[in-house]
């Protein structure tokens, strides 16, 4: 990672393997699609990143089509060693961004294409020592983003149901928690429901256009809210309850 002048603000977006994403999608899209669809969703938050006009993103994966994509939309790669799962990239994150004498911290993951410039902004502008943001789920489960100042306020344990695990563990350590519920950074999409509460959702995103022409040509993908009734914000199970899972949810 380059050198330079510590950086007020840095924002870790944790990528795996994008040539096996969304596992929990194989009844509704093909392997190809799945792909296109972890690839459309980096962008779209990377670019709602660069529209608030932070600091520094960084792209925490070892996938080389995640780093491209980083890349050419004005994010630094950060590599890891292995893939260990979604707590440890943004342990990692976290970690450096101290060494670098970061004053801020924010994590969002790359799987909320509804995500805006306006809700990241409302996360940075709460940024403050003592005081931690958690932005929880749809589902309220689990946690989409955290902000931290210092980088390194406290450790961040992911897979449902952490959000109410960070909330405790930040009061535990003396820390005031706030909570802000954003619905475009509460949307991951990881279950077939969360593509149908993506097209209700109406935004201009990359991903909301390429599943709407899935579902313009027909097959086997989603059809608009109202059809699924778990796309409400239901709970969804993290497989084995593992943290580290692929697509666990957080």
Do not use: Y
């Amino acid at each position: 990672m380059n050198s330079g002048a510590a950086p007020r603000l840095i924002v870790a977006v944790p990528v795996k393997d994008l040539t096996r994403a969304k596992q929990r999608l194989t009844s509704v899209l093909t392997p190809d699609e799945r792909g296109e669809l972890a690839r459309a969703m980096l962008r779209d938050v990377l670019r709602a990143l660069a529209g608030a006009h932070v600091d520094r993103v960084w792209v925490v994966t070892r996938d080389a089509a995640a780093a491209a994509i980083a890349r050419e939309l004005g994010a630094e790669p950060v590599p890891e060693a292995e893939n260990r799962g979604h707590t440890a990239a943004v342990a990692l994150a976290q970690a450096e961004a101290t060494r670098r004498g970061a004053r801020g911290f924010l994590t969002v993951p790359g799987d909320v294409p509804c995500v805006t410039a306006d809700e990241l902004g409302q996360i940075i502008e709460g940024v403050r020592e003592g005081a931690p943001v958690f932005v929880p789920s749809r589902s309220g489960l689990g946690t989409n983003g955290v902000a931290l100042a210092p980088p390194d306020a406290m450790p961040l344990t992911f897979g449902e149901p952490s959000f109410a695990r960070h909330l405790a563990a930040a009061r535990q350590r003396g820390l005031a928690p706030r909570v802000l519920s954003l619905p475009g950074l509460g949307l991951d999409v990881d279950a077939p429901e969360d593509l149908t509460a993506l097209l209700a959702e109406r935004s201009a995103t990359e991903t909301r256009r390429l599943v709407s022409s899935w579902r313009e040509r027909g097959g086997r993908h989603p059809q608009p809210a109202g059809q699924a009734a778990s796309a409400t914000g239901q709970p969804r199970r993290e497989p084995g309850h593992n943290p580290s899972s692929q697509n666990a949810p957080r």
